[in-house]
């Protein structure tokens, strides 16, 4: 089966500080996804990634930046932390770009104070 | 722009009984459409995938219908059990090879 690995569950982090979400897959698969989930609003794309050094932009990019410089590792980065990014944040990744399931990992929940 | 809504946000049956959760679409036509499982605290869990050209796709107790004329997929859990309880969410493409878009989900609760 296919493994996706957050790197932390629970991370608090105070406001300004910069942050480093890791997430691995294990299966070689060349698209990965950074989502957040907030209650009330679902869930809602940030960035997202088809190749190695390939990113594109989700629906709400701002406030954030993503690395891939191996095919396994997608990072997400949030440059200056702020309380509005109090949230559960979850990697994914994905086969193909089209008609494939995703595999997310379990989440990172982070609490910026 | 597109828009995913799964109309009810909570879903209460008996066990035993068919639970069947609605996911609505409007503004465009998806090539295919998936359904998650989610528990507290966890990342979703791919179940099913169904494509336009399909009706009707099954798994196990899962049934999943597509209707492109209605724009709407159907999902339904037979014989429910308490193990079932979750929240589902569908996720359709937002265009092409998109990224998936997630409506916000139902909360089934399978009441023994």
């Known amino acids: 089966d296919v493994k996706v690995t957050q790197s932390s569950r629970y991370l608090v982090k105070r406001t300004g500080e910069k942050v480093f979400l890791e997430c691995v897959q294990d299966?070689?698969?060349?698209?990965m996804f950074w989502y957040r989930q907030d209650p009330g609003l679902g869930l809602r794309l940030i960035y997202f990634s088809y190749d190695v050094k390939m990113k594109e932009k989700g629906d709400i990019p701002e406030g954030y930046s993503v690395s891939r410089e191996k095919k396994e590792r997608f990072s997400l980065i949030l440059e200056s932390a702020s309380t509005n990014q109090t949230s559960m944040y979850l990697c994914a990744s994905s086969l193909s770009a089209q008609g494939f399931g995703y595999t997310f990992g379990s989440g990172t929940r982070l609490t910026v104070v | 722009s597109q828009k995913i809504e799964q109309n009810s946000e909570a879903l209460n049956i008996q066990e035993g009984k068919t639970a069947t959760l609605t996911c609505n679409y409007t503004?465009?036509?998806?090539?295919?459409l998936q359904w998650y499982r989610q528990d507290p605290g966890r990342g979703p869990v791919f179940l099913l995938l169904i494509r336009e050209n399909e009706k009707e796709k099954r798994k196990e107790r899962l049934k999943v219908t597509f209707d492109t004329t209605l724009k709407q997929s159907l999902f339904h859990i037979t014989a429910s059990q308490p193990a079932d309880s979750a929240t589902y969410l569908c996720a359709p493409p937002s265009a092409g090879n998109t990224p998936l878009v997630f409506g916000k989900g139902t909360r089934l609760s399978v009441i023994a």
């Open positions: 503004n465009y036509s998806p090539a295919y």
């Open positions: 299966m070689d698969h060349e698209n």
